[in-house]
């Protein structure tokens, strides 16, 4: 391997490849390298260039901590987050699509009983939530598994409310017989995706919007079926189609229902108007017939 030139340096690294234990690792691999000097290739890339890029990467990496991972918000906006995911998770036509897990799951969060109260007394506009669980034959779906969690009305989670040091907005519920489940919070609002860092100098740099719509975010879980990770957005939000992220689907979409003070769902009583939203999730059995490509 001596005397290579921009023709021949690829397959010169490529040919490193070949003694590799791990077919997969030696696939990715070389697609990479492949990949990333076509790219070179097709830019013609300075010195200068390459070298910017190298302290772009080198700063992201040093602003990652165990609270915080530039390099995964990095990924989200460059749309790769979201295409692996697709690639992993795709579903039949009339089953509730997937989407990404995010960076404020957590497992801490308390089981409670159907149609509880999930703010923890966190200000808001009374958000009441109604759904069901069901297969694709609409069948209910029961003792399903629902985690729920989502930001307040400033667009803060819990773990970035100042003086909050138990968990808020979040809960495990379970489906009953009839595959419903309901719970009580505050109406979630859009906000920032963090732009301190590295993504947020590319954000500004491609003039783009580091805004998030609203979403309520659910993860279900049930015997017999697949996982489903998904979101929920308001469908008069003035983000939509400009998620940073690109975690918006149509079928995702919901209203978000407002109305007058008085007697809520499930008689509650409410002082103020309050949001109320409805959705069926369907899930897919576990199964290759499910329509979903495991990598």
């Not at 007058?260 to 899930?283: C, D, I, K, M």
Request: with cysteine.
């Amino acid at each position: 391997m001596r005397d290579l030139t921009d023709d021949t340096i690829t397959e010169a690294v490529l040919s490193t490849l070949r003694g590799a234990k791990d077919a997969r690792l030696a696939e990715i691999l070389g697609a990479l390298v492949r990949h990333a000097h076509d790219f070179v290739r097709e830019t013609g890339l300075t010195e200068d260039e390459w070298a910017h890029g190298v302290d772009f990467l080198t700063r992201t990496g040093q602003l990652c901590t165990p609270a915080r991972q530039e390099f995964i918000l990095l990924s989200d906006v460059l749309g790769v987050t979201m295409l692996v995911d697709a690639l992993g998770n795709r579903r039949a036509a009339g089953s509730t699509q997937n989407s990404v897990l995010g960076p404020f799951f957590r497992d801490d969060r308390p089981a409670l009983p159907d149609g509880a109260d999930i703010s923890e007394g966190l200000p808001g506009t009374p958000f009441f939530f109604e759904g069901s669980v069901t297969d694709g034959q609409g069948a209910p779906v029961g003792d399903a598994q629902v985690d729920v969690w989502h930001s307040d009305a400033d667009g803060h989670y819990d773990v970035d409310v100042p003086g909050l040091s138990d968990p808020a907005m979040r809960a495990l519920l379970r489906t009953g017989g009839d595959g419903g489940f309901r719970f009580r919070s505050v109406r979630p609002s859009s906000y920032p995706i963090p732009d301190d860092g590295t993504v947020g100098e590319l954000m500004r740099a491609t003039g783009r919007s580091v805004m998030r719509p609203a979403h309520l975010h659910l993860r279900i879980t049930a015997a017999g079926f697949q996982k489903v990770t998904t979101m929920l957005f308001p469908s008069d939000d003035a983000y939509l189609d400009q998620d940073p992220v690109f975690g918006v689907k149509q079928s995702l979409v919901s209203e978000y229902a407002r109305h007058g003070a008085g007697t809520g769902p499930y008689g509650t009583s409410t002082q103020e108007p309050y949001t109320l939203l409805r959705h069926t999730f369907v899930l897919e059995p576990v199964g290759p017939a499910s329509g979903s490509r495991h990598l």
